[in-house]
């Protein structure tokens, strides 16, 4: 079984720079766009997730509700979706103690 090809990358919009660099270290990220209005926030996967282990990677470092709200709506767009796995990679955690 190879595990690679079962699971993908997907990053929000708040460290592009760190999720390119570790996409380059595993595996290319996923098509994966993320559109803000005012008061919407609006999540188009262009890959097949069903089935698969899927990472997403968000930090929280400049807008911590914005990013936090972005992670949950890619979180339940996924789910929607049937992947398997929803892990989230959050190398910054805003409001941990």
């Known amino acids: 079984m190879n595990t690679k090809a079962e699971m993908i990358l997907l990053a929000g919009n ?3 720079e760190l999720a390119e660099l570790i996409a380059s270290r ?3 990220l996923g098509d994966c766009k993320i559109y ?3 008061e919407e926030t609006k999540v188009e996967i262009g890959d097949s997730i069903r089935g698969k282990d899927v990472f997403i990677i968000q930090t929280g470092s400049k807008e911590p509700n914005d990013n936090i709200m972005e992670l949950l709506i890619m979180c339940y767009a996924c789910k929607t979706s049937c992947a398997r796995n929803i892990i989230c990679v959050i190398p910054y955690l805003p409001y941990s103690k």
């Open 14 to 16: 708040s460290h592009p």
């Open 26 to 28: 595993i595996k290319p």
């Open 36 to 38: 803000k209005r005012s």
